[in-house]
């Protein structure tokens, strides 16, 4: 879990404390640039302001608001509105860095006030300043819209006091408004254009802070390899001009994009380098870390082991700050995750490490670093099966994190304490416990994607547990209707969730529950637990249904991997039939049999982990398929707009793809005979090969009013967002910007497109996680239902299906799931593509009326 969660990390640091000096000039990091300053009155209050600019480099942040808060007051007393203007700008930005959200906005608005009412007015390089520090308040509290204004006009304010760097700066903050938003593409293309912005001024240290910040601010939307090409350049004009300082800096996040990129060595020579290159105690240690983080990541304990003694002695070493304090408690939350840390340093050396860690933190009065330290320590404790004083130290945690309603803290405390009471046995208190773990979850999902990298944040290991465990403490035994209520509802928050963890922001809510659009259909929750398989039927208007199969989770998956290696057309296919039919067992049958699916016309699949790769409509109850006796449908779990089926006889479509072998993906040459035939079954707009450019499919969206969008071209779904994406005429388009565009409907946004589908796509073959791409891009996009693939299909088995898909489509009162389901059986009962591998990868995700 994060130490540390806030918006606008990446924010460029020369618009930072950093940014307005008193002396005449504006320092980005340590760089140098004649501006206009305001006139400081007296001696004693520029003192202060510069003492509080130390204190801030060095992360004493408690110190920093101490001198500027005595600044601004010696400033009124002379009514110096200006200086006490800047004072309170300097206050808010520390004040924000400790979490203090309200008194920071206090600050902020007293100080523009302050400007205001300023005679003579005050400089506009002032007014940038403070804007600037306004917009990241605004931006940390959800008002991105609102920040994005804020920042052109400190970029407006910057570009009339003649500082260019300074409205780059602006503009490089304005694309994470900008992606906050959702604009990926126009975030995206703000970023290239301040790219060669940079390119064509002068190298200088301002030009290297200005490319270092462009490509964190890259890496942060998932363009890893731009940021490395910018780094690089960045790093490049350091040695060329000689500035040392900056060289470790650089070079570590470079490491930390290489660990992005999957290249571990690169990352270690990137981290050594830093380290080497260090001009200060804390860069150096900052690059130990990073190698000892890297070596525990890819299993190389042997050589992390040495590197300990020599972290723990520096730490010891390093006078109490934000920065140290922070450092050591992420050493042991790096440790805290092995499964025996006490391989690499004694229990006692990281429990003594903690224990000096909260006594600082009480010293320099940085609660929320107490609170983080208390959890680590608490952590110690319940590995040595010391519970009480376990117990009492993540109680305190969690005191403290209510006290400062750090919603981050709580999730984790209330998780920990939660686990101590199920050890102990007691059920209540821990249901109890975890449910608030849950809640604080639920309330940062916007900020759980702006996590610190450097914490190593991890949706596996400190999100997804706590809805798993709450599950089966609530399914234990025979669970009430309640507990049923809040373990489905828990399963499709871990849904909306894990969507969240894989597109790094939080994704749309939607207005009805998906149990509440059709009472043809039933709703089907399988849930793996560590001991068993876990099934939850939700139908309307009736009471929730339970079935459980004793198995254990490792024996499950390991099925579920058999029976998705035996859809390949070679494999036996008895051996398949029999894992087929065994899955049907566990999922189906008991509820079958129990005559659950009386009245039901449509089964919805909620899939938890593995079982979203597996084809449900494949599943064989020894003599017919499940899609011969029902439509399927799978949803994300969470709540949907509200159902409009299509107007089958008014079907509009833009159809476009790509038959011609193109950026290194083969031809798909069946594609020009599907889309033909597709354009001529309904009215369509039709782009093809070169015709199929993004810009032409972007204009054809935003200016038609068409329900469908069908795309028979290469894609990929993957559970790394980098690695998924669509392919058009003129290259790769993620799947960020994808649901940008699909979602730009320009004067009538609020039509959403009906149905999408993608004809040609593959998804990660044995990746649980990589149909969160095709699900995620359904929900994003904003269409309704998506249509797609979990395997490569022969492009003549697509051609056929989807034609005969689309045929049914237009038939009066069926709905997508029926009109895919009779497509499925053709190809069954009437074509040479019956076996499953043919026709089972085609899936429909979303509202299925």
């Not at 300053?37 to 001696?43: A, E, G, N, R, V």
Request: some cysteine.
């Amino acid at each position: 879990m994060a130490i540390s969660i806030k918006k606008g990390f990446w924010l460029y640091p020369y618009l930072s404390i950093f940014s307005l000096c008193l002396v005449g000039n504006i320092t980005p990091g340590v760089a140098s640039v004649p501006v206009t300053t305001p006139i400081l009155s007296t001696t004693v209050a520029t003192n202060l302001l510069e003492e509080g600019r130390n204190f801030y480099k060095a992360g004493q942040f408690t110190e920093a608001i101490k001198a500027w808060q005595t600044a601004a007051k010696q400033y009124q007393t002379q009514s110096d509105r200006i200086n006490e203007a800047l004072s309170l700008s300097y206050l808010s930005l520390a004040q924000q860095e400790l979490n203090q959200w309200e008194a920071a906005s206090q600050s902020i608005e007293q100080s523009l006030k302050l400007l205001q009412t300023a005679k003579p007015a005050a400089d506009a390089i002032l007014w940038a300043q403070v804007l600037n520090t306004q917009a990241n308040l605004q931006l940390h509290n959800g008002k991105a819209e609102i920040a994005l204004e804020t920042w052109q006009q400190a970029q407006k304010y910057y570009e009339q006091a003649g500082d260019k760097m300074g409205s780059l700066g602006s503009q490089i903050n304005q694309a994470q408004a900008l992606q906050t938003l959702g604009f990926y593409r126009r975030s995206k293309q703000q970023l290239e254009t301040l790219t060669q912005k940079l390119q064509a001024t002068p190298d200088s240290e301002v030009k290297v802070n200005g490319l270092r910040s462009l490509g964190l601010a890259l890496q942060m939307i998932g363009e890893s390899g731009k940021s490395q090409q910018v780094l690089e350049q960045s790093l490049a004009i350091a040695r060329k001009i000689q500035i040392t300082p900056q060289l470790s800096s650089i070079l570590l996040n470079l490491g930390k994009t290489a660990v992005d990129l999957q290249d571990p060595q690169m990352a270690l020579d990137y981290f050594e380098q830093a380290q080497q290159l260090a001009v200060n105690p804390s860069d150096r240690l900052q690059a130990q870390l990073s190698q000892f983080k890297l070596f525990l990541d890819y299993d190389k304990p042997e050589l992390a082991t040495p590197l300990a003694p020599q972290i723990l002695q520096q730490l010891g070493e390093l006078p109490p700050s934000h920065t140290s304090l922070y450092t050591a408690i992420n050493f042991v939350a790096t440790l805290n995750r092995l499964s025996n840390p006490q391989q690499i340093v004694p229990l006692k050396d990281l429990a003594q490490l903690m224990a000096v860690t909260v006594k600082s933190a009480q010293q320099i009065q940085d609660t929320q670093a107490e609170a983080y330290a208390l959890h680590q320590w608490g952590k110690l404790y319940s590995r040595t099966q010391q519970f009480p004083q376990a117990q009492e130290l993540t109680q305190k945690s969690l005191n403290i994190a209510r006290q400062l309603q750090a919603e981050d803290i709580i999730a984790q405390s209330a998780w920990q304490v939660g686990q101590l009471y199920k050890q102990q046995g007691d059920r209540p208190k821990a249901i109890t416990a975890y449910s608030e773990a849950v809640k604080a979850l639920k309330s940062i999902r916007r900020d759980l994607v702006a996590v610190n990298p450097d914490i190593q944040f991890s949706f596996r290991e400190s999100v997804e547990p706590v809805y798993r465990e709450l599950v089966a403490l609530l399914l234990d035994n025979q669970p009430s209707q309640a507990s049923l209520m809040q373990a489905r509802d828990l399963i499709e928050a871990l849904q909306v969730a894990e969507l969240d963890n894989f597109f790094r922001e939080a994704c749309l809510d939607r207005a009805q529950q998906i149990d509440q659009v059709d009472p043809q259909a039933t709703v089907i929750y399988p849930i793996i637990l560590p001991d068993r398989l876990a099934v939850i039927l939700s139908k309307t208007g009736q009471p929730l249904r339970y079935y459980v199969t004793s198995k254990s989770q490792t024996e499950i998956e390991q099925t579920l991997g058999n029976l998705l290696a035996s859809f390949n057309p070679v494999s036996d296919a008895k051996e398949r039939d029999r894992l087929s039919q065994e899955i049907y067992d566990w999922l189906i049958r008991p509820a079958e049999t129990d005559q659950a699916f009386k009245d039901s016309k449509t089964l919805v699949f909620v899939l938890d982990g593995l079982l979203r790769n597996i084809p449900v409509a494949a599943l064989y109850d020894g003599q017919q398929y499940l899609i011969e006796k029902y439509a399927v449908a799978l949803s994300p779990g969470m709540q949907l707009m509200a159902a409009r089926s299509l107007q089958q006889n008014r079907i509009d479509a833009i159809v476009g793809g790509i038959s011609q072998s193109r950026h290194g993906f083969s031809a798909l040459p069946a594609v020009e005979s599907e889309v033909k035939q597709i354009s001529q079954a309904v009215p369509s707009s039709l782009l093809l090969n070169q015709q199929f450019t993004s810009q032409a499919l972007a204009e054809r969206v935003k200016f038609s009013s068409a329900d469908v969008v069908h795309l028979a071209t290469h894609g990929q779904f993957s559970s790394r967002l980098e690695d998924t994406f669509l392919l058009t005429w003129d290259g790769e388009v993620n799947i960020k910007e994808l649901s940008e565009l699909l979602k730009n409907r320009g004067n009538n946004a609020s039509k959403a497109i009906e149905l999408l589908v993608l004809s040609a796509c593959d998804t990660a073959t044995g990746d649980d996680r990589a149909v969160l791409g095709l699900a995620g891009l359904a929900v994003k996009s904003g269409a309704r239902s998506t249509l797609a693939t979990l395997w490569p299909v022969k492009d003549k088995a697509a051609e056929m299906l989807m034609t005969r898909f689309y045929d049914q489509l237009r038939q009066p009162k069926i709905t997508k799931a029926e009109a895919l389901r009779q497509a499925q059986i053709n190809l069954i009962r009437q074509t040479d593509f019956r076996d499953p591998f043919f026709w089972s990868a085609f899936v429909l995700v979303g509202n299925w009326l």
